[in-house]
Antibody, heavy 118, light 108 residues
Framework: QVQLQESGPGLVRSSETLSLTCSVS????????WNWIRQPAGKGLEWIGR???????KYNPSLKSRISMSVDTSKNQFSLKLTSLTAADTAVYYCARLRFLDSPFDQWGRGTLVTVSS | EIVMTQSPATLSVSPGQRATLSCRASQSINNNLAWYQQRPGQAPRLLIYATSTRATGTPAKFSGSGSGTEFTLTISSLQSEDFAVYYC??????????FGQGTKLEIK
């Protein structure tokens, strides 16, 4: 069973850049689509973006100008950078797997809470 | 962007009874709809995909139906572990993939 684990700072300052990494274990990162999804406290889920193992990425248009994603197949990891942080970016950040573009998110990490402080 | 609307926001049902949750898409998504269960403090878990196909490990008490823009998740014989928040999600038109705002299923 593949497992995903998010890692990164729990607290970041406003206007700075958030960097998160998702480590994939129990299976290969190759040939899947890897995603970031976030959830503010008490609210719903927002898809941030996805990256394929060849490095091709697609982002949510609402966040596109502030996002970049990368993948390191040698480490079985992928990463998210989110710039110009504000309090509105405070959320639990999940990484999740897509088998195909037209498929659901079938594996999720436990999530990591990121708080943006002023 | 396809907007997903779930109703009701909160559903109160007694244990042992059946719950029916609704999800509406702002345009047709064919059958490219998934349902997730999220218990407090946990990540969402895939329950159903392709409208009505149960994911591995999903009990038969969970069933999905619908087409086009209207979808339903039915949960029979509710037990304590079923009381959670349920999200629908479309994966027909992207970016972005979009979720409903969730239905909280609570004990009556």
């Amino acid at each position: 069973q593949v497992q995903l684990q998010e890692s990164g700072p729990g607290l970041v300052r406003s206007s700075e850049t958030l960097s998160l990494t998702c480590s994939v274990s129990g299976g290969s990162i190759i040939s899947y689509y890897w995603n970031w999804i976030r959830q503010p406290a008490g609210k719903g889920l927002e898809w941030i973006g996805r990256i394929y193992t060849n490095g091709s990425a697609k982002y949510n248009p609402s966040l596109k100008s502030r996002i970049s994603m990368s993948v390191d197949t040698s480490k079985n990891q992928f990463s998210l950078k989110l710039t110009s942080l504000t309090a509105a970016d405070t959320a639990v950040y999940y990484c999740a797997r897509l088998r195909f573009l037209d498929s659901p998110f079938d594996q999720w990490g436990r999530g990591t809470l990121v708080t943006v402080s002023s | 962007e396809i907007v997903m609307t779930q109703s009701p926001a909160t559903l109160s049902v007694s244990p042992g009874q059946r719950a029916t949750l609704s999800c509406r898409a702002s345009q047709s998504i064919n059958n490219n709809l998934a349902w997730y269960q999220q218990r407090p403090g946990q990540a969402p878990r895939l329950l159903i995909y392709a409208t009505s196909t149960r994911a591995t490990g999903t009990p038969a008490k969970f069933s999905g139906s619908g087409s086009g823009t209207e979808f339903t998740l039915t949960i029979s014989s509710l037990q304590s572990e079923d009381f959670a928040v349920y999200y629908c999600q479309q994966y027909n038109s992207w970016p972005p993939y979009t979720f409903g705002q969730g239905t909280k299923l609570e004990i009556k």
